[in-house]
């Protein structure tokens, strides 16, 4: 069997998970409470990435998400609940994913999304692999809120095909289209922060690899390509159903102006008669 068949034992593997929990955090006051609380050792500032021992780390990046190395379940539930208290806008349900780092002797490219065997388990490793992960699950968030908000403008939308009638109020539609014009500034937001991390420029190129080939393997631009193109088509829509609830309430200020007119009509005729 070739030696980078063989897989390392238990003890050689440590574990990833990776939450999205909120729209941000605060990571000077969440570092604060992990130094004062847990006696970490932070090893970077911006994702924050803090150190418990040799194979036990915890990420937290200001767009929302948080990354365990190695934590297990019950305390993983902790230290989120913990941190809320320094998130914006909490989520409602959590996205999340699973990742395996196998050390071995001898290095090799992933061969999906599960699980990765590097020579050794550091800083950089930790932010490269934290840093993919979390846009992940970052961006599995908006595919679901962005799913959603296309939901709630396909029904009126198609129902306005085939009527030429918005089916619902007009107070419900708006504040569906604002629901999906709110969608789209959120994930503008979040996005403009995915730009390529500094470690991937200081780390070397093994680092820099290293994070192409997890970016690739995770199909972030061709998912976040995917986002932005129903955003733009939530957009529109959004911006012709408001368009289209205008024009309705101009119609229907219109007709009363008119109505008013051939009522103080009727009312002089009745006065001369």
Same mark, same amino acid.
């Given at each position: 069997?070739?030696?980078?068949?063989?897989?390392?034992?238990?003890?050689?593997?440590?574990?990833?998970?990776?939450?999205?929990?909120?729209?941000?955090?605060?990571?000077?006051?969440?570092?604060?409470?992990?130094?004062?609380?847990?006696?970490?050792?932070?090893?970077?500032? &911006? +994702?924050?990435?803090?150190?418990? &021992?040799?194979?036990?780390?915890?990420?937290?990046?200001?767009?929302?998400?948080?990354?365990?190395?190695?934590?297990?379940?019950?305390?993983?539930?902790?230290?989120?609940?913990?941190?809320?208290?320094?998130?914006?806008?909490?989520?409602?349900?959590?996205?999340?994913?699973?990742?395996?780092?196998?050390?071995?002797?001898?290095?090799?490219?992933?061969?999906?999304?599960?699980?990765?065997?590097?020579?050794?388990?550091?800083?950089?490793?930790?932010?490269?692999?934290?840093?993919?992960?979390?846009?992940?699950?970052?961006?599995?968030?908006?595919?679901?809120?962005?799913?959603?908000?296309?939901?709630?403008?396909?029904? +009126?939308?198609?129902?306005?095909?085939?009527?030429?009638? @918005? +089916?619902?109020?007009?107070?419900?539609?708006?504040?569906?289209?604002?629901?999906?014009?709110?969608?789209?500034?959120?994930?503008?937001?979040?996005?403009?922060?995915?730009?390529? +991390?500094?470690? @991937?420029?200081?780390?070397?190129?093994?680092?820099?690899?290293?994070?192409? &080939?997890?970016?690739?393997?995770?199909?972030?631009?061709?998912?976040?390509?995917?986002?932005?193109?129903?955003?733009?088509?939530?957009?529109?829509?959004?911006?012709?159903?408001?368009?289209? @609830?205008?024009?309705?309430?101009?119609?229907?200020?219109?007709?009363?102006?008119?109505?008013?007119?051939?009522?103080?009509?009727?009312?002089?005729?009745?006065?001369?008669?």
């Amino acid at each position: 069997m070739a030696d980078q068949d063989i897989k390392p034992p238990e003890a050689e593997r440590i574990f990833v998970k990776a939450f999205d929990v909120a729209s941000a955090f605060d990571l000077p006051a969440a570092r604060k409470l992990l130094e004062e609380e847990f006696q970490v050792k932070v090893l970077h500032n &911006n +994702p924050l990435l803090v150190q418990f &021992n040799a194979a036990r780390m915890i990420g937290v990046f200001d767009y929302g998400s948080v990354v365990f190395f190695d934590g297990e379940f019950a305390d993983r539930r902790e230290f989120i609940d913990k941190l809320k208290k320094f998130a914006h806008r909490e989520n409602k349900a959590y996205s999340e994913d699973d990742f395996v780092l196998n050390l071995a002797s001898r290095a090799r490219k992933p061969d999906g999304t599960d699980e990765l065997v590097v020579r050794e388990f550091n800083r950089d490793i930790a932010l490269v692999v934290g840093t993919v992960l979390s846009r992940s699950v970052s961006v599995e968030y908006y595919e679901k809120l962005v799913a959603d908000a296309l939901a709630q403008l396909e029904q +009126p939308i198609s129902f306005l095909q085939s009527t030429g009638k @918005i +089916p619902h109020t007009q107070r419900e539609l708006t504040k569906r289209a604002g629901f999906a014009l709110a969608v789209e500034q959120e994930l503008a937001y979040t996005l403009s922060v995915f730009d390529d +991390p500094d470690i @991937i420029w200081d780390g070397g190129k093994p680092i820099e690899e290293l994070y192409r &080939n997890l970016k690739r393997e995770f199909d972030l631009e061709d998912r976040i390509k995917v986002i932005q193109q129903k955003v733009s088509i939530i957009s529109r829509s959004s911006t012709f159903v408001i368009s289209r @609830i205008e024009g309705q309430r101009s119609q229907i200020l219109e007709w009363i102006i008119i109505l008013l007119i051939i009522l103080e009509i009727f009312l002089v005729i009745l006065g001369k008669m």
